[in-house]
């Protein structure tokens, strides 16, 4: 463990001393984590954080989370997918970034409460995310935002699902995503990259809980490589929106989204990648440990952005 910073050797401490969660069922994990005490962290200065219920499916309703920045806007929109493996995780486990990346990239962030697995499988979590995502574009002006201007990211599992929802508008002629931000994305549910070999116990993320998670989200053995699963596998990933990939180089995986980025970029995508270093998965939204990190982080995704921006400006 030589390569990782001193917070993070401090967090995995941590970490490795709690029951193994892929030992236990869903419900089990989701009280352990409700049952702990609160930790205060800093929560950057926005000008307004509401939550709103929208329908998605028939007569079902998600709720989410709207942070606007402080300004005139319109501002450019954030439709933020939160990580937990499908299974785990609501907005409020992203609260704290999602807060920053609004005050940093002065962007109204939309984050997503979709439905978890395994009560629902795919592709409910990703109809969910799709539909928060046209909700979003539909009621831009409603939010002060600008419809032409709509990014879309997560990390881990949401990061996954920003993958898929920028297919899908690809494919069905939907919002106008102007680019992606994929903070160490689930690309494929393969489990034997390298990194899954060096990093496969005590690094927080294990090879069997991703194993866990992921047997938890499909429903069968073919959905582990449908493409809005393990998009990796996709036959064509051209004409997507430009992307920041993010990786943690202490990361299962770390391997799967290099090699994302690297299958965009061969079929003509514009793509930044970042491999963070010494950095473990899951640290982009814990701010008690890693705040300096996960500023310094959101400030590379200003900056992806803006010039995103100027791209889409001089194209």
Not at 27 to 42: G, L, N, Q, S
Not at 72 to 80: I, K, N, R, W
Not at 84 to 89: A, R
């Amino acid at each position: 463990m030589s390569n990782l910073t001193p917070e993070a050797k401090a967090y995995l401490q941590v970490f490795n001393q709690m029951p193994a969660i892929q030992s236990m069922n869903p419900k089990e994990v989701r009280e352990m984590f409700a049952d702990a005490p609160p930790v205060e962290v800093y929560l950057a200065p926005l000008a307004s954080v509401e939550d709103r219920f929208i329908s998605v499916d028939k007569d079902e309703e998600i709720k989410i989370r709207i942070y606007t920045p402080e300004g005139e806007g319109p501002f450019p929109l954030f439709v933020y997918y939160h990580g937990g493996g499908w299974v785990l995780g609501d907005i409020e486990t992203s609260d704290a970034s999602c807060r920053m990346i609004a005050n940093q990239t002065g962007t109204i962030v939309v984050s997503v409460d979709y439905r978890l697995s395994p009560e629902y499988k795919f592709p409910i979590p990703m109809q969910d995310s799709y539909a928060a995502l046209q909700w979003v574009s539909e009621n831009a002006e409603l939010l002060n935002g600008n419809a032409s201007k709509i990014i879309v990211g997560g990390d881990s599992a949401g990061g996954n699902l920003a993958t898929a929802v920028s297919m899908i508008a690809r494919d069905q002629n939907g919002p106008n995503i102007s680019a992606q931000v994929l903070i160490y994305p689930v690309t494929d549910l393969g489990y034997d990259t390298a990194s899954y070999e060096e990093f496969q116990q005590g690094y927080g993320l294990d090879k069997d809980l991703m194993i866990w998670f992921g047997s938890h989200y499909i429903r069968d053995e073919s959905d582990r490589k449908n493409e809005f699963v393990a998009p990796l596998l996709a036959k064509d990933l051209s004409n997507l929106p430009q992307a920041l990939v993010i990786t943690a180089e202490c990361d299962v995986l770390r391997d799967e989204g290099l090699a994302y980025a690297k299958r965009l970029r061969d079929e003509g995508v514009n793509v930044d990648s970042i491999c963070e270093k010494g950095l473990v998965h899951g640290y982009f939204t814990n701010m008690e440990v890693f705040p300096d990190r996960i500023k310094n982080t959101t400030l590379k995704i200003d900056q992806f952005l803006t010039g995103a921006d100027h791209k889409v400006k001089n194209s």
